[in-house]
């Protein structure tokens, strides 16, 4: 989609501090952080979010969610993180093109938001 913001990152069109970046996935630190570790996951394949996933789509989920634990691995995050997705504006979504944001660093209350 020529207006997402994400499609324009994986296009290269938008800088961003990536990484991971394969066939499927990038993961980039997140400008607005609100963690010490604050980083999207997302597929680069243009999905609005995870409500239009379908059960085709479990390899990329898997894939995702794999990307996610290693950047988590690489960050060292052992004693936790949180990964979030927000689905439609009432719950947040801004940017509107799958991404898990991966948080770490500090301890996290419940419940969110």
Known sequence: MMD?????????????DQVHADDE???FRDIAPRAPT???VIPRRHIPDAHALTD???DLLAKLFGVARKVADDAGLSEGYRVVTNV????????FHLHLHLLGGRPMAWPPG
């Open 88 to 95: 439609g504006s009432d719950a947040g979504q801004t940017v």
């Open 56 to 58: 085709a789509d479990g």
């Open 25 to 27: 996935v990038i993961a």
């Open 4 to 16: 997402c913001l994400f499609c324009k990152i994986v296009a290269g069109e938008i800088p961003s």
């Open 38 to 40: 604050h980083v999207l």
